[in-house]
């Protein structure tokens, strides 16, 4: 039997075409050598998450690119944040023994994949912005519900939204710089239910937004009472155009001490981790983080996950050694170092 040295080979010498996305912190789109190169071991996940790079991959036969299937794979992670190949031989060996060389030529049933420790199951809310995103890139229709959703939006008292299945919400906002979901969002936005307004929320943190999409959601985030909106808010821009207002409107909350909750510093680790690359950002960040987690539990959990990540792990280090640091900084360090004793 054939040896393949990754997914991507496999998938290609299977007859396949494919495309792989990103799913650790939001989804994105991967380009081939990143893939090969994160498979290979030789650059670290950008992305991990739990210890792992989550992976998702679309492939189509080469002959028919009319049926699409999917494959969602986690992968361990050694303590530099490099795949650890041993793991993805192992995932390969499971496949080629279930699906065999050639599966490319068989039925859509015999393509799916066993039951392994490798491969994970999306949530609804993942499962229906990543079936809008790759409806999106091939070009197809988006789900029959789409113009329902979009009436709803631009002229909410026409249309119950208890009738809007979620799958139509992800496809509207996949398509959210088009002038109607703008205009909709900046002028209905406030008043839509909760349920609706955190479906599109959610959509809206796997897309590059607009600018002045971005001014309304990120102004309405440093006005609201309501600390899980804002939440909300601030993960729906994590990958803005605007990432400079961004940053800014999120330093700014920093300071503010009565803006500070579990989910607020949750969201910036999990989703504007890139911003937190900065040291003294980081500085200031570890050190509110802190000041509001006099337990530590939740500082260490977020200080475990941050160190993890390649672009944020010196910026973490470089805190730890910073000459001045507040006393409920140096007592959260401290139980950190008292963890790792024991």
């Known amino acids: 039997m054939q040896q393949f040295n990754s997914i991507s080979e496999f998938l290609l010498q299977a007859g396949t075409q494919y495309r792989a996305f990103d799913f650790g912190r ?16 030789t650059i670290a996940a950008e992305y991990p998450r739990q210890n792992m790079t989550w992976l998702a991959f679309v492939f189509w036969s080469k002959a028919s690119s009319e049926q699409h299937f999917l494959w969602f794979v986690k992968l361990p992670l050694d303590e530099r944040g490099h795949v650890i190949t041993a793991h993805r031989d192992q995932f390969l060996a499971i496949v080629i023994e279930a699906l065999g060389e050639q599966f490319a030529n068989q039925q859509h049933s015999e393509k799916q994949l066993p039951d392994n ?12 912005d990543f079936n809008a995103i790759v409806k999106y890139q091939f070009k197809l229709k988006p789900s029959e519900h789409y113009q329902h959703c979009l009436t709803y939006l631009a002229n909410p008292s026409v249309v119950d939204w208890q009738t809007l299945p979620l799958q139509s919400i992800a496809d509207v906002m996949c398509r ?8 909709a969002m900046i002028t209905y936005g406030k008043t839509y239910p909760a349920p609706v307004l955190q479906a599109l929320l959610s959509s809206l943190e796997n897309h590059s937004l607009s600018v002045r999409l971005t001014e309304f959601l ?12 804002r939440s909300l808010l601030l993960r729906s821009t994590c990958q803005s155009q605007a990432s400079g207002l961004v940053n800014q409107t999120i330093t700014h909350l920093l300071k503010e001490s009565d803006h500070h909750d579990h989910e607020f510093f949750v969201v910036l680790a999990g989703r504007h981790w890139q911003l937190l690359a900065e040291p003294k950002t980081m500085l200031a960040y570890l050190s509110a983080l802190a000041a509001y987690d ?6 260490i959990s977020l200080y475990s996950d941050l160190v993890t990540i390649p672009c944020t792990r010196d910026a973490v280090l470089a805190t730890l050694r910073a000459p001045e640091k507040s006393d409920a900084l140096l ?6 170092y008292s963890s790792v004793g024991r």
């Open 26 to 41: 939001g989804i994105r789109k991967l380009d081939t050598q990143q893939v090969l190169a994160l498979e290979n071991g």
């Open 117 to 128: 420790p490798y491969c994970f199951q999306p949530t609804q809310q993942q499962m229906a």
């Open 176 to 183: 959210h710089n088009e002038q109607v979901v703008v205009e």
């Open 218 to 229: 990120l102004g309405w985030a440093t006005t609201t009472e309501d600390s899980h909106t």
């Open 294 to 299: 006099s337990d530590h539990d939740l500082f």
């Open 331 to 336: 007592s959260a360090i401290g139980t950190i």
